[in-house]
Each structure stands twice: as structure tokens, then as C-alpha cells.
């Protein structure tokens, strides 16, 4: 008796370990067009979770199998590892991607930064809503003046329908620059050296808030915030006599308040690969709302994307700026 209830079950349970996850798994589509919208997220956290299995389930079967099965798996595999974005995406669920790595630029030397993306639906029912999206990453630096460290964040937000959306960028570091006054004449007569190295803390946070109209146009207000402080023991000559500098080294706060309109036809707001942005600007940064600074700024700028090829993509990039009244050096266009 005791024979014949346990040795079908030890005959089944090898099938259950070694079952192909070619044909257990084949329900799962790896087409975005084929994927079904699930009711809940429950539902949809369910096949997220089926997703993950099938790639898990690969993996044991890559370790003992021929050669020409092996690339049938791993082609399979790499179709689900898309998949599960695809899905994600399409079913408003939250993805949290870490990131980070090695850079250098000549402005600030060698570079490492880590930090992460958040994104997510606002409203996962409204499927033609862009996904929105919040990353933050901590920076850290070494160049000639030693060692800095920085702050870095994005927030783009959209609500209904895309008729709403929120943009904002944060910036803070704790770094040197090289300061050579006022106008490209000044930088092009002198190189950066110890003689133009300024460390300072600064801080800027950038956010506009728009909606469409029916003319298909974005308008919204906008804020602007800045505060740039030197190191009084680390002013370089240069700096000390620049008359720009002097006015506005004790005058470290600019805020603004103003007006953006804009066209935006880009497929994807954060990731463009085909469209156009036409942008314009108006700010007044004034003393009436706490600014230690008053002027007036203006910024036109233009953005064209097109894929020429799955995967690459040119983009134009345009923009001009005018300002009037008393700018803060800190505040004044750069290049570099």
C-alpha cells in the first residue's frame, strides 16, 4: 500500500525539476503589443513575478545543455529580460534601477558617481501616460584642487493625460572652479592653474509646473533658485579683481519667479527619440520675495530629435539667453 502512493509521486517529482522552461514559460509573450493590462497590480506584480521565474528557470537549464539549445535558451532569456521592462511599463508598475560609475571631465578632474531612477505611473489606469520619473545621485570628485562632493537630482512628473507635468533639477556641490572673470576675452588670455582655482558651495534648484491648452501649447509658472558662496581663503587674484565678482561675492542668494511656454512633440519627454521642444523663458528675480539680486532673464531654446537607425538617434540643440540688470556672475551663461 505504502509502494503504491509514494513511488508515482517520486517518479512525477524529477519532471517537475527538470521541466523544459522553453514550453513551461511559452505563455508569456515578450511583444508589447501582445501583453495584457491587468486589472490590479496584484495581478500585474503576479506576472512580473512569472517573468522572473522563466529567467531564473533559464539559468539552471544554461549550466547542462548542447550548444545549439544553449543559444535557443539564451536568445529566450535576453526576449524576457526586455519583456519584463515592457510589461512593467505598460502596467504602471515602479521601477527602481541603481546606477553608477567612473567619468572625467577637465573642469572638475575624476569623477564616480552613484545613485539611482525611480520611475512610476501616477496613474496607471491612463494608459497614454508618460511614465514620471525621479533619480538622485551623490557625486564625488578629485581634481587639482583636491577633493568635492555634490548632489544631484531629477523630477519629472506627469498627470492627466499629459495635460500636467512638473519638472524640476536640483543641483548642490561643495567643489573648486576656476573663476576668470567676466567674457570669453578673459578666459582665452589665461589658462587655469592654482592662479584661477576657486572652491565654493553652491546650490541651484530649477522647477517648472505647465499645462496644456487647447492650442496644444504647455504654459506654467516657473522657480528659480540660486546660492553660490566662495571660500573667502581660496579667492584667487583674478577673482579679487573682477569688478563683477566684488559687487556680488556677499550677495549669494538669486530667486526668481516667472512664466514658461512651450511645444513639445517629443515621443518621450525624459528619453527623446524623435519630435521637437520649442521653449521660452521669462524670469524676474527681485528683493520683493527674498532675492539678494534684481534682474530679469530671458531664454529661448530649440530641440530636434530624430532616429535614423533603431537605437541611434541625432539631436540639435539650440538656445539663446538675454538678461537685464544687476546678473550675479554665478547666474551668467558658462562654457566649457
Same mark, same amino acid.
Given at each position: 500500500?505504502?509502494?503504491?502512493?509514494?513511488?508515482?509521486?517520486?517518479?512525477?517529482?524529477?519532471?517537475?525539476?527538470?521541466?523544459?522552461?522553453?514550453?513551461?514559460?511559452?505563455?508569456?509573450?515578450?511583444?508589447?503589443?501582445?501583453?495584457?493590462?491587468?486589472?490590479?497590480?496584484?495581478?500585474?506584480?503576479?506576472?512580473?513575478?512569472?517573468?522572473?521565474?522563466?529567467?531564473?528557470?533559464?539559468?539552471?537549464?544554461?549550466?547542462?545543455?548542447?550548444?545549439?539549445?544553449?543559444?535557443?535558451?539564451?536568445?529566450?532569456?535576453?526576449?524576457?529580460?526586455?519583456?519584463?521592462?515592457?510589461?512593467?511599463?505598460?502596467?504602471?508598475?515602479?521601477?527602481?534601477?541603481?546606477?553608477?560609475?567612473?567619468?572625467?571631465?577637465?573642469?572638475?578632474?575624476?569623477?564616480?558617481?552613484?545613485?539611482?531612477?525611480?520611475?512610476?505611473?501616477?496613474?496607471?489606469?491612463?494608459?497614454?501616460?508618460?511614465?514620471?520619473?525621479?533619480?538622485?545621485?551623490?557625486?564625488?570628485?578629485?581634481?587639482?584642487?583636491?577633493?568635492?562632493?555634490?548632489?544631484?537630482? @531629477?523630477?519629472? *512628473?506627469?498627470?492627466?493625460?499629459? %495635460?500636467?507635468?512638473?519638472? =524640476?533639477?536640483?543641483?548642490?556641490?561643495? !567643489? /573648486?572652479?576656476?573663476?576668470?572673470?567676466?567674457?570669453?576675452?578673459?578666459?582665452?588670455?589665461?589658462?587655469?592653474?592654482?592662479?584661477?582655482?576657486?572652491?565654493?558651495?553652491?546650490?541651484?534648484?530649477?522647477?517648472?509646473?505647465?499645462?496644456?491648452?487647447?492650442?496644444?501649447?504647455?504654459?506654467?509658472?516657473?522657480?528659480?533658485?540660486?546660492?553660490?558662496?566662495?571660500?573667502?581663503?581660496?579667492?584667487?587674484?583674478?577673482?579679487?579683481?573682477?569688478?563683477?565678482?566684488?559687487?556680488?561675492?556677499?550677495?549669494?542668494?538669486?530667486?526668481?519667479?516667472?512664466?514658461?511656454?512651450?511645444?513639445?512633440?517629443?515621443?518621450?519627454?525624459?528619453?527623446?527619440?524623435?519630435?521637437?521642444?520649442?521653449?521660452?523663458?521669462?524670469?524676474?528675480?527681485?528683493?520683493?520675495?527674498?532675492?539678494?539680486?534684481?534682474?530679469? @532673464?530671458?531664454? *529661448?531654446?530649440?530641440?530636434?530629435? %530624430?532616429?535614423?537607425?533603431? =537605437?541611434?538617434?541625432?539631436?540639435?540643440? !539650440? /538656445?539663446?539667453?538675454?538678461?537685464?540688470?544687476?546678473?550675479?556672475?554665478?547666474?551668467?551663461?558658462?562654457?566649457?
Amino acid at each position: 500500500m505504502i509502494k503504491r502512493i509514494y513511488l508515482p509521486l517520486l517518479a512525477f517529482t524529477p519532471l517537475i525539476a527538470n521541466a523544459d522552461p522553453l514550453t513551461q514559460y511559452q505563455h508569456l509573450p515578450t511583444n508589447v503589443a501582445e501583453m495584457p493590462f491587468f486589472a490590479t497590480e496584484k495581478q500585474a506584480q503576479q506576472r512580473t513575478d512569472e517573468y522572473n521565474n522563466a529567467i531564473d528557470a533559464i539559468d539552471d537549464a544554461l549550466d547542462d545543455c548542447k550548444a545549439e539549445l544553449c543559444n535557443t535558451l539564451s536568445q529566450r532569456q535576453a526576449d524576457l529580460e526586455y519583456a519584463i521592462d515592457d510589461h512593467q511599463e505598460k502596467n504602471g508598475a515602479s521601477i527602481t534601477s541603481w546606477l553608477g560609475g567612473p567619468a572625467y571631465t577637465p573642469e572638475t578632474g575624476f569623477m564616480v558617481a552613484a545613485g539611482g531612477l525611480f520611475s512610476f505611473s501616477t496613474n496607471r489606469e491612463e494608459q497614454a501616460l508618460q511614465r514620471s520619473s525621479v533619480s538622485l545621485f551623490a557625486v564625488t570628485t578629485q581634481g587639482d584642487a583636491g577633493f568635492g562632493y555634490g548632489i544631484r537630482s @531629477k523630477q519629472n *512628473l506627469f498627470f492627466d493625460n499629459n %495635460h500636467t507635468r512638473f519638472s =524640476g533639477v536640483l543641483n548642490f556641490s561643495d !567643489n /573648486a572652479e576656476n573663476y576668470w572673470g567676466i567674457g570669453y576675452g578673459k578666459g582665452k588670455a589665461q589658462d587655469s592653474s592654482d592662479d584661477t582655482l576657486m572652491r565654493n558651495t553652491a546650490l541651484t534648484y530649477d522647477a517648472n509646473l505647465s499645462f496644456k491648452n487647447d492650442y496644444g501649447f504647455y504654459l506654467g509658472p516657473a522657480l528659480r533658485l540660486k546660492y553660490y558662496q566662495p571660500d573667502e581663503d581660496t579667492i584667487p587674484l583674478v577673482a579679487l579683481q573682477d569688478d563683477n565678482f566684488n559687487e556680488f561675492k556677499d550677495k549669494p542668494l538669486s530667486i526668481g519667479l516667472g512664466v514658461t511656454v512651450n511645444y513639445d512633440t517629443r515621443d518621450v519627454t525624459v528619453n527623446a527619440w524623435e519630435g521637437q521642444y520649442l521653449n521660452f523663458e521669462y524670469i524676474n528675480y527681485g528683493s520683493v520675495i527674498g532675492s539678494d539680486n534684481d534682474y530679469q @532673464k530671458v531664454l *529661448l531654446d530649440y530641440r530636434y530629435y %530624430h532616429s535614423f537607425n533603431p =537605437g541611434r538617434v541625432i539631436a540639435v540643440y !539650440n /538656445a539663446m539667453q538675454w538678461s537685464k540688470g544687476d546678473v550675479p556672475f554665478y547666474d551668467m551663461p558658462t562654457l566649457g
